[in-house]
Every structure is written in structure tokens, then in C-alpha cells.
């Protein structure tokens, strides 16, 4: 083999100038991008357009997402004003009286349908 082949030789120039090429041109493109006439043309040909179609298609979603989230929240809510100030029979309120008293009420809880028999 000859020398200039293993040391790069004429392939380690071209791709020394192709890099260089391409930095110049990353250099150009950076350049061009920090211009604010480029920005605003990016933002009202490209960026604006995606943004309102992406909105457009996402809103429905959206809402029903905040309704179910909504609802949720308001049965969770609901669900522990019910709990914690729920009287019936059986000698009182069984979430505040403790598991002592919490079995006493549903040794003389009757099932409606047990009822009838």
C-alpha cells in the first residue's frame, strides 16, 4: 500500500472541503435565522398555520377532557361531604365513631330485600 492511501492521501482533502463547505453553509443558515424579518416570515408562513390547525383539531378534545376532569371532581367532592356527614341509623355517624362503632351499626344494618322474607 502506498503511503498516501493509509495517511488519507487526496480522499482526506475532499472530505476536509466538503466539511468546511458544510459549515459555512450551517454558518449562513444561523446567520439568516437570527435576521427578524426571517423570524417573522418563519412565524407567520410555517409556525402560525401549524399552531391554529393543531388548536383547531385539539379544542374539542380539550373541552371534553376539562368536563370529565370537572365532573370528577365535583362526584369526589360530593362523595366526601356524603361520607363525613352521613347520619342514619344505627346510633350515629359511623365514619366518626371508630371501628368499634362502625361494626356495632352494621350488626343492625337490615337489607331491603332481607326485609320481605
Known amino acids: 500500500m502506498s503511503a498516501s492511501i493509509i495517511s488519507g492521501g487526496t480522499a482526506g482533502a475532499a472530505e476536509s472541503r466538503s466539511t468546511q463547505l458544510l459549515k459555512q453553509w450551517i454558518e449562513k443558515a444561523a446567520l439568516s435565522l437570527k435576521k427578524e424579518e426571517t423570524k417573522q416570515w418563519l412565524q407567520v408562513l410555517i409556525i402560525d398555520p401549524i399552531l391554529n390547525y393543531i388548536m383547531e383539531r385539539s379544542m374539542t378534545y380539550l373541552m371534553i377532557c376539562l368536563a370529565v376532569f370537572g365532573a370528577m371532581l365535583l362526584f369526589i367532592i360530593l362523595t366526601f361531604v356524603l361520607l363525613v356527614f352521613r347520619t342514619g341509623g344505627g346510633g350515629g355517624n359511623s365514619v366518626?365513631?371508630?371501628?368499634?362503632?362502625?361494626?356495632a351499626a352494621a350488626r343492625h344494618f337490615v337489607c331491603p330485600s332481607c326485609a320481605n322474607l
Open 96 to 103: 366518626m365513631m371508630g371501628a368499634a362503632g362502625a361494626a
